[in-house]
């Protein structure tokens, strides 16, 4: 990969890309954001030191840094292709630093540069863990979120207490995928697909998928798992904020 082909991707495109194709999984994405972000200023005020954990191509710091201006974003992925998207995005710009680390490994603080944030944030990728690794986390982030903190965590919980409501909102929101891929929505593996055959995203993506494999074998166990194990991790209090049928936004506060 070149300094030339790096510097001429379009990144920005790439970011979007990303952004289109999870919405096609969660249309009410943005919502996620916006409640997040409500909380983060309602918490910890607009000026927050934020560690967007597990970040992907950036979508949180993005929207954190176009509502608060001055907030500053350390973003930790172990994805060398999200990681491509998300530094290309953001180059230039010194509110923001990305840290490769695989939050499995014990050590994957000592990458940072601070030893405390006011708030910790991620969407839709802690679910790659399993409940064990995911109770070691939660014991480290309460570590790294300062006194009066936050943690905020947006993605998939599911509550098995209600067999039947979750098959009819599954059937329901696959109904509504199926319909707009039909309409040529890509999805996740359309999208890597297109990333494979990119001349700078090709060698990161072919490592991703070394890494990773083809998707998440973790679990995703209820909200009210969540509050508990950040409850005992240390947090005082813990409670969902948003929800959707099939989404759940769930706050911790230090």
Known sequence: MTDAAVAGTD???????????QE?????????????????????????????????????TDRLLT?????????????PALLAIARGSFAGDPRVTFVTADLKDPRWTAELLYDTYD?????TALHWLHEGPLTALYGQLAGLVRDGGVFMNADHMIDETTPRINAAERAQRHARMDRE????????????????EDPVL????????????EHADGDMPSAHWHADTLRTAGFVEARPVWCSPSDTLLLAVK
């Open 202 to 213: 090709a060698e990161p993506t072919a490592r991703r998928f070394e890494i990773y494999g």
């Open 11 to 21: 990144w920005q495109a790439w970011q979007a890309s990303w952004d289109r194709q």
């Open 67 to 79: 509502r608060f201006p001055n907030a500053t974003s350390t973003g930790v992925d172990l994805d």
């Open 181 to 196: 891929k039909a309409a040529g929505v890509l999805d996740w593996a359309d999208w890597w697909a297109l990333a494979a």
């Open 119 to 123: 708030a910790v944030l991620t969407a």
């Open 24 to 60: 096609w999984y969660m249309p009410d994405r943005e919502e996620r954001f916006r409640v997040m972000l409500d909380m983060v200023e309602a918490v910890v005020g607009p000026e927050p030191r934020v560690l967007d954990l597990a970040c992907g191509t950036g979508s949180i």
